[in-house]
């Protein structure tokens, strides 16, 4: 069985790193919401960005050691298919 939750970390923060940017990027090219962008409105978003990006993380260690585990499971008890 193939163990399709063991990505390397790098494509995370790849991944988190890019839709930062993008996500900047284009608040910044709005000219009318960079109006409107204040320092508290900017940190409040900054502190969810980062609560989101690590709960993210979470999950996806809990699926990481759920699918080692599973692994672990059908490798060590095979079917049998003859039944």
Do not use: C, W
Not at 35 to 53: C, D, E, F, H, R
Request: hydrophobic letters at 45%; charged letters at 15%.
């Amino acid at each position: 069985m193939q163990d399709f939750m063991s990505e390397p970390t790098h494509t995370a923060l790849f991944t988190t790193a890019s839709g930062v940017v993008g996500g900047v990027g284009k608040a910044i090219s709005a000219k009318p919401l960079l109006l409107a962008i204040t320092l508290p409105g900017l940190s409040t978003v900054v502190i969810y960005a980062a609560a989101s990006a690590a709960a993210g993380y979470v999950v996806k260690r809990i699926l990481d050691a759920a699918s080692k585990k599973l692994n672990q499971f059908f490798e060590e008890n095979p079917s049998n298919d003859n039944e």
